[in-house]
């Protein structure tokens, strides 16, 4: 850059602009985190229609902050993915996914069965 406009930019000031110029395309980071669905409406769309079948899977977060994102969807009968519930952790591990999938099953187990009242569930995940 310094070469084709005779300007020397440090690497201060390009990482300056790259974060302006990032936070003007996706937004600042706490106002996207103001504005997560309601997880109650979530539970509720997933109790009225969804099938007993559950995907899990984590992904890394590519922010200042870091960490992983951890999903379970379930699938509509239309075949339509519907998101069940997401967390925040530090690291995709076996105490992360042990403390996600007990917060979930404490928020769907009540409730949630058929006539019966049989809660049985299929999770899927990559592991």
């Not at 106002?31 to 899990?56: A, P």
Request: glycine share 12%; with cysteine.
């Amino acid at each position: 850059m310094g070469l084709k406009l005779g300007q020397h930019v440090s690497r201060w000031q390009a990482w300056r602009a790259k974060n302006t110029v990032l936070k003007a395309i996706y937004g600042d980071e706490e106002e996207q985190f103001k504005r997560l669905w309601n997880f109650c409406v979530q539970r509720e769309g997933f109790k009225s229609g969804c099938r007993r079948i559950v995907g899990m899977d984590g992904c890394y977060l590519k922010t200042k902050r870091g960490g992983q994102l951890l999903v379970t969807v379930g699938i509509y009968p239309n075949n339509n993915i519907f998101p069940i519930a997401y967390g925040l952790v530090d690291v995709e591990n076996k105490s992360s996914w042990e403390w996600f999938l007990n917060h979930l099953y404490e928020h769907i187990r009540y409730g949630v069965g058929d006539e019966n009242g049989q809660n049985e569930w299929t999770f899927m995940s990559d592991k």
